[in-house]
């Protein structure tokens, strides 16, 4: 059974600072693309940042210089930096997990960015 299990997520004020984290398991953590994704309230789901098995990483425009994505195979984790928080971030935040045409989506965590 697969799992993605997202966690770090909370309330910030603007400016500050958050690591999220994605745990997976039940998946060969390190042939598979990582990526993180944000859904706003009445807004669509948008690419975050992403990190392939290779280690090449992208990111959104609007998170450029800010966040920052990284992996540990060794961990099963793959993690997203954010930092410079701004009010326009708040959003659920979910990790996947992708490999071919398995396409596998975590619960979610609550990112607030406010004062």
């Known amino acids: 059974q697969v799992q993605l299990v997202e966690s770090g997520g909370g309330l910030v004020q603007p400016g500050g600072s958050l690591r999220l984290s994605c745990a997976a398991s039940g998946i060969i953590f390190r042939l598979h693309d990582m990526g993180w994704y944000r859904q706003a309230p009445g807004k669509q789901r948008e690419l975050v940042a992403a990190?392939?098995?290779?280690?090449?990483?992208n990111y959104a425009d609007s998170v450029k210089g800010r966040f920052t994505i990284s992996r540990d195979n060794a961990k099963n984790t793959v993690y997203l930096q954010m930092n410079t928080l701004k009010p326009e971030d708040t959003a659920v935040y979910y990790c996947?997990?992708?490999?071919?045409?398995?396409?596998?989506w975590g619960q979610g965590t609550q990112v607030t960015v406010s004062s």
């Open positions: 996947n997990a992708k490999r071919f045409r398995s396409l596998y």
């Open positions: 990190i392939t098995s290779g280690g090449s990483t």
